[in-house]
């Protein structure tokens, strides 16, 4: 009977420990091995609609005041989206919602996501898309006073990816970049060719300086 309790009771002491280090556990992630920051750039994008009447084959004066006064309240500019979707066809109403796009500086993108509603007939809707970027999490000092000198600190990342998110001109360059214009062969035997052809400046001749009163 006395060893059935005492075993019984190590299973006890066994369990607490095991809770333990479970409660532990969660208060101590588990470490970071590599050069790798785990508190990268997360890109959200937002969109906003607008539907104008479309009937006539244009938009009519007082459209094109509610379409810039609605740009203008989003502060619309570089790094955002502007798409217009015609279910029902092209209509003169894209030329019209592209010079008003003009006005900020923006083109616009060639097709429309996906919203929420039917566009109704002789209507023409205005996406603007609008991306933001941020690090969650950051500050992060879970790992703060651990002594394990072969882990990356869990803050590791957070200042310079959140300077990033905060000071990219245009979010989605985090997530596709921007394509290149390809490499203009001229462009680079150019640099060369100065190089070659431009005599040494050791060879020309020396300027005088005089040091007297004028």
Do not use: H
Not at 86 to 106: H, I, K, M, N, Q
Not at 111 to 116: E, L, Q
Not at 154 to 183: F, H, K, R, W
Request: hydrophobic share 35%; charged share 20%.
């Amino acid at each position: 009977m006395a060893r059935m309790k005492t075993i019984a009771a190590l299973l006890a002491l066994g369990t607490g420990l095991a809770a333990c280090n479970g409660s532990t556990a969660q208060y101590r992630p588990e470490a970071n091995r590599s050069l790798d920051s785990v508190n990268q750039p997360v890109v959200q994008r937002t969109e906003y609609v607008l539907d104008l009447d479309g009937q006539g084959g244009g938009l009519t004066a007082e459209e094109r005041q509610r379409l810039d006064a609605w740009f203008a309240s989003l502060a619309i500019g570089y790094g955002d989206r502007v798409w217009v979707d015609e279910p029902y066809g092209p209509t003169r109403s894209r030329d019209d919602v592209a010079r008003v796009a003009a006005e900020y500086g923006l083109l616009l993108s060639e097709g429309a996501p996906v919203t929420a509603g039917q566009v109704q007939p002789g209507s023409v809707r205005v996406v603007v898309g609008r991306s933001t970027a941020s690090v969650p999490g950051c500050p992060n000092w879970q790992q703060e006073g651990l002594t394990d000198r072969s882990a990356t600190s869990s803050n590791y990342g957070c200042a310079i990816n959140s300077n990033l998110a905060a000071m990219v001109a245009d979010p989605t360059d985090l997530v596709l970049g921007q394509e290149g214009s390809g490499t203009d062969a001229r462009t680079a035997a150019k640099a060369i060719r100065v190089y070659r052809e431009t005599a040494p400046t050791g060879t020309r001749n020396l300027t005088t300086e005089s040091g007297g009163k004028k």
